[in-house]
């Protein structure tokens, strides 16, 4: 999940910078190849790259790939998983018409000199779902309470940058919270050990804790700074190959929108393809997980994928305001404009 790559971040930013550089020029981007489905008709073939291993973040893809949706416009869609330097270089560098990264990841990509043409398309989630899970047993009903406990940290400056903001907007002293560098990979044993409180994404890692038989409290960082609900993951594309294969890219997008809301309104079965074209998933981890997370795909919003522009610039001036990022232009780095209706 996202959270193992956290540790990496810090390397990510600088490497991610010197890997895109020159990346993704018009005359860089690989045309589209055509092959022939089971009846001789001709597909365009698309390469998406996910983010890390598959989970129910990207249930859509693959019950959009099971369900022929994909075929209906024409598309063969390649879902591949990421090299170590990210979805988005192979995106910026034309290897790939699509990938999957998350707004927090991508100032690196915005703010560098060499202009990398890397947009946002399409929202996977309509909201921030991660915060921090610790035991019920340790009282940590918010964040004040973490006070005196010891928080699993990355040691990344945007991630305490964020961690202080929640705990002093809540009353708290940032400086009592204990920060232990430690690389988290199973969450319930890590709070069964010496960690008390973990920053999670609930989909996965709070339903994994849930199905260990733990009880726990949980709050959303969305619910105490309005900054922090950024949009986590979105689908991003390179700028010059969307200019180019306009019908492609809506294509691409119609097809997944149909994914997406298959999983909306039938998770049960939803899981099941997941499980059934990933079978070194949990089907039980799978299906609560789907059953959690398949309202959240488009939450109060009627159209699937979109990206609210004051949400997005928000985080990003809340980034520049404390020295986090360079400052982002309003609206830069995302489009609605290949979303269907």
Not at 110 to 130: D, Y
Not at 138 to 167: C, F, H, R
Not at 172 to 195: M, R, T
Request: charged share 25%; hydrophobic share 40%.
């Amino acid at each position: 999940m996202r959270i193992m790559r956290k540790l990496a971040t810090a390397i990510w930013a600088t490497a991610m910078t010197l890997a895109l550089a020159g990346c993704g020029k018009g005359d860089d981007i690989a045309p589209l190849t055509n092959v022939e489905d089971g009846n001789g008709s001709e597909l365009k073939e698309i390469t998406l790259v996910l983010d890390w291993t598959p989970n129910t973040n990207h249930t859509g893809f693959y019950v959009a790939v099971n369900e022929g949706f994909y075929e209906e416009e024409g598309l063969k869609v390649n879902i591949v998983q990421p090299p170590e330097d990210g979805a988005t270089t192979m995106v910026a560098s034309g290897q790939a018409q699509f990938g999957i990264d998350f707004q927090d990841y991508l100032p690196p990509v915005f703010t560098s000199e060499e202009k990398i043409p890397v947009t946002a398309v399409a929202a996977l989630i309509q909201h921030n779902t991660s915060g921090i899970i610790s035991l019920k047993e340790d009282n940590i009903n918010s964040p004040k309470d973490l006070e005196g406990k010891n928080y699993a940290t990355w040691d990344l400056p945007i991630e305490k940058a964020m961690m202080q903001n929640i705990v002093e907007a809540d009353g708290g002293d940032f400086s009592k919270v204990n920060l232990i560098p430690e690389y988290v990979e199973n969450e319930a044993a890590a709070l069964q050990q010496d960690i008390d409180a973990i920053w999670v994404y609930y989909a996965w890692a709070g339903i994994s804790t849930k199905q260990a038989g733990l009880d726990t409290n949980m709050f959303y960082f969305k619910d105490i700074t309005p900054e922090f609900d950024y949009y986590s993951p979105v689908i991003v594309s390179n700028t010059d190959w969307l200019s180019e294969n306009e019908d492609v890219a809506k294509a691409f997008l119609r097809a997944t929108k149909k994914g997406y809301e298959f999983a909306i309104n039938d998770p049960d079965t939803a899981a099941e393809i997941l499980v059934n074209q990933v079978p070194e998933l949990s089907l039980e981890l799978v299906k609560e997980s789907q059953e959690w997370l398949s309202p959240q795909y488009k939450a109060e919003v009627e159209r699937w994928g979109y990206i609210d522009q004051s949400r997005w610039d928000a985080f990003y001036k809340w980034l520049s305001d404390n020295g986090l990022s360079e400052e982002i232009p309003a609206g830069y780095g995302f489009t609605n404009e290949y979303l269907p209706d």
